[in-house]
């Protein structure tokens, strides 16, 4: 089954605990992203990947660090978590670097920083 | 810059009416339209995407959307609504000149069909 996996699903955490959020597709694409989303901002890109050691800043990338070392795989890296990354973050893959093809997400983490 | 405005944060329909969940967009160059949809604790799913060609695009589940270059909008309908597609529906725009790859997303609309 094509998907894209992301864990943990849900995590609580402290402030300045460094984190990391796997993402994983199965799908061999391309591109892949990283998006947060908050209540009346829906999403936001953070950081985006077009392939292997390939990636670029998206609208907030502040305090998010990724790395793109494999096709399939596309951490996101939290070294010093504060509570305003509080959010529910999702991964999502495309095929094709320039492609209008849609994007598919996986089903999400809950990140809480106390 | 890309935008994408969604003006309603809920739109309330009985079950057996149509709907109309309303989008509309900014983007220097060609837009590719995208709507998708999220249930409770999942992902967003793909429904529907306009890149060129006719105007009317027909999606999953029965949704449908008409691209309108000069209002700029984007609107997703379905004739008869379902309970099942209570959910929360996100517009999407992308500029499709030059190999840009930025997605902008709306902030989404709460769909709630009452039955």
């Known amino acids: 089954e094509a998907q894209v996996t992301q864990n943990p699903r849900y995590l609580i955490t402290v402030t300045g605990k460094k984190l990391t959020v796997t993402c994983s597709q199965n799908m061999n694409h391309e591109y892949m992203s990283w998006y947060r989303q908050d209540p009346g901002l829906g999403l936001r890109q953070i950081y985006y990947s077009m392939n292997v050691e390939v990636t670029d800043k998206g609208d907030v990338p502040e305090g998010y660090k990724v790395s793109r070392k494999e096709k399939r795989n596309f951490p996101l890296i939290l070294e010093s978590p504060s509570p305003n990354q509080t959010s529910l973050y999702f991964c999502?893959?495309?095929?094709?670097?320039?492609?209008?093809?849609?994007?598919?997400f996986g089903d999400g983490t809950r990140l809480s920083i106390l | 810059a890309q935008s994408v405005a969604q003006p309603e944060d809920q739109v309330n329909v009985a079950e057996g009416n149509p709907l109309t969940v309303k989008c509309t967009y900014s983007?220097?160059?060609?837009?590719?339209l995208f709507w998708y949809v999220q249930y409770p604790n999942r992902g967003l799913q793909f429904l529907l995407k306009?890149?060129?060609?006719?105007?009317l695009v027909k999606g999953s589940y029965g949704f449908e959307a008409e691209f309108n270059k000069s209002q700029t909008s984007f609107h997703l309908k379905k004739p008869s609504a379902l309970v099942s597609d209570s959910a929360l529906y996100f517009c999407?725009?992308?500029?499709?000149?030059?190999?840009?790859?930025?997605?902008?997303f709306g902030i989404g609309t709460k769909l709630q069909v009452i039955p």
């Open positions: 983007v220097s160059g060609n837009p590719y």
């Open positions: 999407a725009v992308r500029d499709g000149t030059g190999g840009y790859q930025k997605v902008t």
């Open positions: 999502a893959s495309r095929q094709g670097i320039i492609s209008n093809q849609p994007q598919h």
């Open positions: 306009y890149i060129t060609g006719d105007n």
